[in-house]
């Protein structure tokens, strides 16, 4: 039978230090060599998936996400390098060896390691791919702190480090992480900061942009092709001026001459989420580069912002739209205005004065009454499903036992682990280590079986289900009220568009 077989290839930044040996080039022409001197692979259909620049340590990586969609079918083989390649966290590489592709019937090679799953004992990984393992998450580990250490040392010395320079400057062509007046941008900071110390507020800053035509940052580093240089998406960019690229402006200490970095940090080597840290912690290197605005101008400028920032009165209590109305034609979140007839806008109607969005007004009351009687509607629906609350309880059932069966893998994981750590640290003999990693297999493998005939009843479950039954709607049945916890738990988003159309996206198959 004919195989497709998938070569995938990474290299990330701390690989590419080590030279050519680690280059994507370097693992394709190996990568080809060997299926070219195997018989066993003549004819068969071969497919590249690489991840360029993407760290080993997790599998949030497009290439190898596409790779492992496919996996099963129509990809029988996946061919690495070794075993880095495809990843460097212990736990996930045993995962996807013992588990995942030998259920899907995936053929797994590492062509410098020498490990053919077809050729291995069991389903368990062999002593010597844990071990490997092992010391490429160590590795990853240590080179991340170095590199994060080496960092912190050039923020503290100024050096820039980003991609791309912050609006109004760009990157110096003579100096090695330095910035430069960008002169276009920089005089657009500089009105941006007089308008506000004038008492201008932002929103109104925004509407006299635009109306000149000026190019907004994004606009901005389209036209002079560095927008793709950023390499992530910025929630909200847009391409004019809004309130809040004004705000950010104007906020940004930077222009007058400082750098401040590690604002955010990374919670652990293996995560790609940061978290918050404090003012006192962060780097802040003083006279680094020409400064665009003096010190008194941005501080001046802070007062008028402060005055004009919206305060939410101590115990006010959450509006219950909040985020999930949004403009059909600009997709921004509109904005409450409380009246005597409180009512909905798109804030893009305050910065352009030709957008279409000026044309939304939606008022509460009409919105409430609507959206009332379309939940109510949805319910009816519902509750009119025969079958409903037996498939609710069975799918109920089936979770219950899915997740008992997971506590016991997860058991096995950890006892694995602590197992192969008594061997490595000598507390237990080869053989004895040998010997209960033969019976963990065993007892992995039933339970496996279980968990796996327990995922596939799930899906014929939620196939013939509503995603949200009856047993879940029931308690709105005679809801004649909307609450926060309805709406989050319903409604996915609504959006708005011109003579107060609204169209609702639930948390539900209709």
């Known amino acids: 039978m004919m195989e497709t077989i998938a070569l995938y290839m990474r ?79 212990l736990i996930d590489v045993g995962d996807y060896l013992d588990q995942i592709f030998p259920f899907l019937g995936v053929r797994f090679i590492a062509v410098n390691e020498n490990y053919d799953s077809k050729n291995s004992i069991g389903s368990s990984v062999s002593l010597d791919v844990s071990l490997k393992a092992m010391v490429y998450e160590m590795y990853s580990r240590d080179i991340s702190e170095k590199i994060r250490c080496m960092q912190q040392a050039k923020m503290k010395k100024g050096e820039y480090l980003c991609a791309i320079a912050f609006y109004g400057y760009k990157r110096s062509q003579t100096r090695k992480n330095s910035l430069e007046i960008d002169g276009q941008a920089a005089g657009i900071v500089r009105r941006i900061f007089q308008m506000a110390v004038d008492g201008m507020e932002p929103t109104r800053i925004a509407l006299k942009l635009n109306t000149e035509g000026i190019p907004a940052p994004l606009a901005y580093r389209r036209a002079n092709h560095t927008d793709g240089l950023r390499g992530w998406k910025v929630a909200g960019d847009t391409a004019y001026w809004t309130r809040e690229n004004v705000k950010r402006i104007i906020s940004d200490e930077r222009y007058t001459g400082c750098l401040i970095g590690r604002k955010r940090t990374r919670v652990d080597v293996s995560k790609t989420w940061t978290t918050q840290v404090p003012k006192e912690e962060w780097i802040v290197a003083r006279d680094t580069h020409e400064a665009i605005v003096s010190k008194e101008t941005y501080e001046q400028a802070q007062k008028v912002l402060k005055k004009y920032a919206k305060k939410r009165k101590p115990g006010k209590p959450t509006q219950r739209f909040r985020g999930l109305l949004k403009c ?183």
């Open 11 to 89: 290299i990330s930044s701390e690989d590419a230090n080590e030279g050519e040996s680690f280059s994507i080039s370097h693992q394709r022409d190996l990568l080809y060599h060997f299926i070219k001197s195997r018989r066993e692979f003549d004819g068969c259909t071969v497919m590249e998936f690489l991840d360029d620049g993407y760290t080993g340590t997790n599998f949030d990586r497009p290439g190898v996400q596409k790779m492992l969609s496919m996996a099963g079918n129509p990809i029988q083989c996946i061919i690495v390098k070794d075993f880095s390649r495809f990843g460097r966290n």
């Open 328 to 510: 059909a034609v600009c997709g921004r979140t509109l904005t409450r205005t409380i009246c005597k007839d409180t009512y909905f806008s798109c804030p893009t109607r305050k910065v352009l004065s030709d957008s279409q969005c000026r044309q939304l007004h939606l008022k509460e009351k009409d919105l409430e009454a609507a959206l009332l009687a379309s939940i109510q509607s949805q319910i009816r629906l519902l509750m009119q499903t025969e079958t409903a609350d037996r498939k609710g309880e069975s799918l109920a059932a089936t979770e219950k036992e899915i997740q008992d069966c997971q506590a016991v893998i997860n058991r096995h994981k950890a006892k694995q682990v602590a197992t192969f750590e008594d061997y490595a640290e000598g507390r237990i003999t080869r053989q004895e280590y040998l010997s209960r990693k033969e019976e963990m297999a065993r007892q992995h493998e039933e339970v496996t079986a279980i968990y796996t005939e327990l995922i596939a009843k799930r899906a014929e479950l939620q196939q013939a289900s509503d995603n949200l039954g009856k047993a879940d709607l029931g308690r709105y049945a005679c809801a004649n009220e909307l609450t926060r916890e309805l709406l989050v738990e319903l409604v996915k988003e609504i959006r708005v568009s011109g003579e107060d159309t609204l169209e609702i996206m639930w948390n539900f198959r209709e």
